[in-house]
């Protein structure tokens, strides 16, 4: 059974700090790994979208990777600004079909 | 519609009731999903339709729970002899379906938030 990890479940950085978000999985027979963005009370925003033969994906400031064989994930941040305070969470997707299993979130608080 | 749509996006009912979440995917989208998310955790899945039928039931935590999409388009997520321990958002996602080439991006609704008192 896939199991995901996300570290750290929350992290407070100042305006303008890079920063990196940690996602760990157990099964590295994934088909994809997503990145997604939560606001408080809202659904889930997709950021970037990882195919199992891809190592990164960039959109704007943020910059995804994923190594299958470390099982591992992150997400980087640049020049991160108080804008970008939400829950992300990275969730992976098996191979039969495309149901994701999500890791716990890390809540980012960016302070002015 | 655009997105994923979900209602009702609020409902508070009593221990007991019957309740039921309906789920309209993006159109063109023959996969859709429903997942459950309490306070502070990341989404845990219930179970996945690939047209018309369940391919994936596993999540589903019990028997009062049960979900149909009966024309291959919109679902409805159905809860029996409701608990305080159902109080959850329930999220509904759609993507293309699994085979077809496309990426398996999910795209999620905004949540229909249950309060069982």
């Known amino acids: 059974k896939q199991e995901v990890t996300q570290i750290p479940a929350a992290l407070s950085v100042p305006e303008g700090e890079n920063l990196v978000l940690n996602c760990s999985f157990t099964?590295?027979?994934?088909?994809?790994l997503q990145w997604f963005r939560q606001d408080p009370g809202k659904g889930l925003t997709s950021l970037l979208l990882?195919?199992?033969?891809?190592r990164e994906q960039t959109s704007g400031r943020l910059n995804a990777s994923l190594d299958k064989s470390s099982g591992r994930s992150t997400l980087y941040i640049a020049a991160s600004q108080p804008g970008d305070s939400a829950t992300y969470l990275c969730?992976?997707?098996?191979?039969?079909?495309?149901?994701?299993?999500f890791g716990g979130g890390t809540r980012l608080m960016v302070k002015p | 519609g655009a997105g994923v749509s979900q209602t009702p996006s609020n409902k508070v009912t009593e221990k007991g009731k019957y309740v039921e979440l309906r789920c309209d995917p993006i159109?063109?989208?023959?996969?859709l999903y429903w997942y459950r998310q309490s306070l502070g955790q990341g989404p845990e899945f219930l179970i996945y339709f690939q047209g018309t039928g369940a391919a994936d039931d596993s999540g589903l935590p019990n028997d009062r729970f049960f979900a149909v999409r009966p024309e291959g388009s919109v679902s409805t997520l159905k809860i029996q002899r409701t608990e305080r321990g159902d109080s959850a958002v329930y999220l509904c996602?759609?993507?293309?379906?699994?085979?077809?080439?496309?990426?398996?991006?999910?795209?999620f609704g905004e949540g229909s938030r249950l309060t069982v008192l």
């Open positions: 159109s063109g989208h023959t996969a």
């Open positions: 099964d590295s027979a994934i088909y994809n």
């Open positions: 990882i195919q199992s033969s891809q």
């Open positions: 996602a759609s993507s293309l379906g699994a085979g077809q080439g496309n990426t398996g991006e999910l795209f």
């Open positions: 969730a992976a997707t098996h191979n039969a079909g495309n149901m994701l299993t």
